[in-house]
């Protein structure tokens, strides 16, 4: 592989990540439950403090001299009477040409890294669909462990809890 970057997005490159995000969505047949959109991810991202979440890209040198985005990830930091503050791993994804060469390890040890250093993050949790059979073998490499003896419950966006009174 040449030369490549690891750098945190930035507010324009918002359109981008919104793009990777849906095709990530599309990759686990999620698309029609993805409702993000740019304004969000500027809001959340770059115009709240701290941040929402937080992105890195992984961009590659091309030889036009350009830098094309080869994957990306994002994640958020919690807090949990468990471990104090914690890491929601939320999006970890390479592009199909680029993967199998190491990039999704340089972004998933980037998160795990700031996250540590920078936030005092203690443990690090994620989803994983079912049948992604690829991705849970990676994340086994690094020991990460399945969730037992719990389950995740959630409201969605249509839940009478979550509609505003006015
Ligand atoms: C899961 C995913 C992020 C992994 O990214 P990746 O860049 O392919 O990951 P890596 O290259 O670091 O590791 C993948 C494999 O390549 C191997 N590898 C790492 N560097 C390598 C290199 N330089 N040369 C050859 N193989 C390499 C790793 O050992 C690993 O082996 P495995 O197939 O036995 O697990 C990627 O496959 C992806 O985006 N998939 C689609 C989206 C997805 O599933 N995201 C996770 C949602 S929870």
Known sequence: MGEFRIRDAKVE????????????????????LHHVTEQMLVKDGFQTSPPVYYAFLYEVKLESGDWFTAGYTIFSIG????????????????????????IG??????VIQKSRDE?????????????????KKFYRQFGG?????????RFDENHKFLQTSN
Not at 79 to 101: A, H, Q
Request: glycine share 6%.
């Open 145 to 153: 462990d399945e969730c037992k003896g719990s389950i995740r419950f």
């Open 79 to 102: 807090f949990c009477l468990r471990w104090g503050k914690y890491t929601y791993l939320e999006d970890l994804f390479v592009r199909s040409d680029y993967r199998n060469k190491g």
């Open 105 to 110: 390890t340089k972004l998933f040890t980037s």
């Open 13 to 32: 490159d918002c359109n981008l990540l919104r793009d990777l995000i849906l095709e990530l969505g599309a990759f686990e047949n999620m698309l029609h």
């Open 119 to 135: 936030h005092g993050s203690r443990s690090m949790h994620w989803a994983v669909v079912n049948w992604n059979e690829k991705a």
